[in-house]
């Protein structure tokens, strides 16, 4: 099965993730420990990540550049005070 993972913030402490895996039609994101592999049981849906208030600032980063990337995924871009 072929995954596609795009690295949304890194940290010291690890990584947040977007994954995506089409042949299932599971996309999630994860935050991933330093040389540790996104796993779906660890996971969230979009939906509940941008729910949460950010946890620190590589979360509020990895917020800020899914946000720009669904901006992008959708043809518009514009300014953004979401939280």
């Known amino acids: 099965m072929t995954t596609f993972t795009h690295r949304l913030a890194e940290g010291t402490n690890g990584d947040w993730v977007i994954v995506f895996e089409p042949d299932e039609l599971h996309l999630y ?3 991933v420990a330093p040389g ?3 796993e779906p049981a660890d996971s ?7 729910a949460r208030r950010p946890q620190g600032p590589t979360h509020r980063v990895a917020i800020d550049k899914l946000v720009g ?15």
């Open 44 to 50: 969230m849906t979009i939906d509940d990540f941008l």
């Open 69 to 83: 990337l669904l901006e992008t995924a959708l043809g518009r871009t514009s300014p953004r005070n979401f939280i």
């Open 29 to 31: 994101i994860a935050f």
């Open 36 to 38: 540790a592999t996104a």
